[in-house]
T-cell receptor, first 113, second 110 residues
Framework: DAGVTQSPTHLIKTRGQQVTLRCSPI?????VSWYQQVLGQGPQFIFQ???????GRGNFPDRFSARQFPNYSSELNVNALLLGDSALYLC????????????FGPGTRLLVL | GIQVEQSPPDLILQEGANSTLRCNFS?????LQWFHQNPWGQLINLFY???GTKQNGRLSATTVATERYSLLYISSSQTTDSGVYFC????????????FGTGTRLTIIP
C-alpha cells in the first residue's frame, strides 16, 4: 500500500506570495495533520482535520489555513509568506483517535526568499 | 501544554557500539512514538509505545508511563543509524496533536 504522499517536494517562493501544499493520506485513514519543522528543531503542530472538520489548531497566525476534501486528502495554504515560513512541512495521517500511530509523508521543503 | 525533553542532544559513537536515548514528558500520555529522521527529512516510524516494552531487530524501546519517561535502545550501531531521533507524545488532556521533543542527533563513525 502507498504511504502518505505530499506534493510538491520542493518549492521556492518570494516574500508576500501565497503557497498551497498537498497531502494524500494512507488509504483508509480519515485524519490528517500538518506540522512545520524549521531547521534544528522538532516538528510543530499546525492543524488536524478529521472527516473534513478542523479538530485542532496550533499556535500559528491566520495566514495559515487548511482544508480536507471528501477523499480525505488535504491542502495547507499559507498567505503573505514571510522569510520565517521557510521550513519543512510535514503531513501525517492516522485512523481516528489519540491512541493510534501517526504516519508521516516525505514533506515539502519551502524556501521563501 | 505538555513538555517533552530528550537526552542527550548529541551522541557520537563508533560503529558496533550500543546506545540509550531518553525521553521525559511532563504529563500523562496516551500516545508515544519514536521516529528516526533521515538526512532527507523523512520521519520513519520506529515504535508506537505508550507503555511497556517492544523490540524490532537491533532496536528496542521501553516506556514507563507512571514515571513519565521512555528509552530507546540501539544495539550494534551501524552507520545507517545516523540521523536525528525524535520522541513525540499526545497528552491525555489535549487534542490529537503530537508534541515532539528536541531530538537526539546520533552520529555513527565507521
Amino acid at each position: 500500500d502507498a504511504g502518505v504522499t505530499q506534493s510538491p517536494t520542493h518549492l521556492i517562493k518570494t516574500r508576500g506570495q501565497q503557497v498551497t501544499l498537498r497531502c494524500s493520506p494512507i488509504s483508509g485513514h480519515k485524519s490528517v495533520s500538518w506540522y512545520q519543522q524549521v531547521l534544528g528543531q522538532g516538528p510543530q503542530f499546525i492543524f488536524q482535520y478529521y472527516e473534513k472538520e478542523e479538530r485542532g489548531r496550533g499556535n500559528f497566525p491566520d495566514r495559515f489555513s487548511a482544508r480536507q476534501f471528501p477523499n480525505y486528502s488535504s491542502e495547507l495554504n499559507v498567505n503573505a509568506l514571510l522569510l520565517g515560513d521557510s521550513a519543512l512541512y510535514l503531513c501525517a495521517s492516522s485512523l481516528a483517535g489519540q491512541g493510534v500511530t501517526q504516519y508521516f509523508g516525505p514533506g515539502t521543503r519551502l524556501l521563501v526568499l | 501544554g505538555i513538555q517533552v525533553e530528550q537526552s542527550p542532544p548529541d551522541l557520537i559513537l563508533q560503529e558496533g557500539a550500543n546506545s540509550t536515548l531518553r525521553c521525559n514528558f511532563s504529563d500523562s500520555v496516551n500516545n508515544l512514538q519514536w521516529f528516526h529522521q533521515n538526512p532527507w527529512g523523512q520521519l520513519i516510524n520506529l515504535f508506537y509505545i505508550p507503555s511497556g516494552t517492544k523490540q524490532n531487530g537491533r532496536l528496542s524501546a521501553t516506556t514507563v508511563a507512571t514515571e513519565r519517561y521512555s528509552l530507546l535502545y540501539i544495539s550494534s550501531s551501524q552507520t545507517t543509524d545516523s540521523g536525528v531521533y525524535f520522541c513525540a507524545v499526545i497528552s491525555n488532556f489535549g487534542n490529537e496533536k503530537l508534541t515532539f521533543g528536541t531530538g537526539t542527533r546520533l552520529t555513527i563513525i565507521p
